[in-house]
């Protein structure tokens, strides 16, 4: 979604695709999460792709914020 967002046809469709992205981020979070309590990932792990994971879900937050403050 990130790189459909890099090619939208506007401005909206730019927004619209960052924030699908948003979602997924928030959802990989919750399966990592999930991941980490069966054990299928250790906690070091967990702690090192959540901390990843935050940093892109900021990046988008960030570039949604900037973009609908331009249109």
Do not use: P
Not at 36 to 44: A, D, H, L, Q
Request: glycine share 2%; net charge positive; with cysteine.
């Amino acid at each position: 979604n990130i790189h459909e967002g890099n090619y939208a046809s506007s401005r909206m469709d730019f927004i619209n695709k960052f924030q699908i992205a948003l979602k997924e981020c928030y959802e990989t979070e919750y399966w990592l999460e999930l991941f980490m309590r069966t054990s299928y990932i250790t906690k070091e792990e967990y702690k090192e792709l959540y901390a990843f994971c935050s940093k892109i879900r900021i990046k988008l937050a960030t570039s949604i914020t900037t973009a609908k403050e331009k249109v």
